[in-house]
């Protein structure tokens, strides 16, 4: 079965420093991996998708996630942190084997410090 | 402007009554989903739909139902049944299959008095 792990409830950094947002994942077959981010009281964007081309994907707003299968994560990066960054993120994984198609982590929430 | 357009998005209900939320979309997906959203969750999965007139339970479907006549339109309606139904409730829409993305609804945020 599918699962999704967001190794941090909330990650704190300081404007313009690097953003690490950690998630990984569990799949029966090659996995589509999602990372959405969601404003307050707000629906949930697409920041970037894999879907088994290049395992470094980017995104929209400067981020970027690697694929790595040996250690089955979808870590999402950023460069240099801006304060509209703050927001929840989501990872989703989605494979064939589940009907249901889509299986969301639970969040990380990122606060961004001036 | 389109997409997948949610309403109300606020709704406040009584115990003891049904409420529709509403679900429209202009981008032709086939498919569509109900997500219920908890604070501090991720989100859980209510219903699901891949083609018109055929849907399926989600992790969560007791105490709602849900109807897909047209393509376009995906309703949710909690019913009276559902015992803890305060929450912010996400519609989304995508292609069938599991490489594409879903698209997601402003939300709705329900509040039983």
């Known amino acids: 079965a599918q699962s999704v792990t967001q190794l941090d409830s909330h990650v704190s950094v300081s404007e313009g420093t690097p953003v690490l947002l950690r998630c990984n994942y569990s799949?029966?077959?090659?996995?589509?991996l999602f990372w959405y981010v969601q404003h307050p009281n707000k629906g949930l964007q697409l920041l970037l998708k894999?879907?088994?081309?290049?395992?470094l994907v980017k995104g929209i707003n400067g981020f970027e996630a690697e694929f790595k299968k040996s250690e089955t994560s979808f870590h999402l990066t950023k460069p240099s942190a801006h304060m509209s960054d703050a927001a929840e993120y989501f990872c989703?994984?989605?494979?064939?084997?589940?009907?249901?198609?889509?299986?969301f982590g639970p969040g990380t929430r990122l606060s961004v410090l001036p | 402007d389109g997409g997948i357009t949610q309403s109300p998005k606020y709704l406040f209900r009584k115990e003891g009554q049904n409420v529709t939320l509403s679900c429209e979309q202009n981008?032709?997906?086939?498919?569509m989903y109900w997500y219920r959203q908890d604070p501090g969750q991720g989100l859980r999965l209510i219903y699901y739909?891949?083609?018109?007139?055929?849907?399926q339970k989600g992790d969560i479907a007791e105490g709602y139902s849900v109807s897909r006549e047209k393509k376009e339109s995906f309703p949710l309606t909690v019913t009276s049944a559902q015992k803890n139904p305060t929450a912010f409730y996400l519609c989304?829409?995508?292609?069938?299959?599991?490489?594409?993305?879903?698209?997601f609804g402003e939300g709705s945020r329900l509040t039983v008095l």
């Open positions: 989703v994984v989605s494979d064939l084997d589940y009907g249901q198609n889509f299986v």
């Open positions: 894999y879907t088994s081309a290049a395992t």
């Open positions: 981008l032709n997906h086939d498919a």
């Open positions: 739909s891949q083609i018109v007139n055929d849907f």
């Open positions: 989304a829409g995508g292609p069938r299959g599991h490489t594409g993305e879903l698209f």
């Open positions: 799949s029966s077959y090659s996995p589509s």
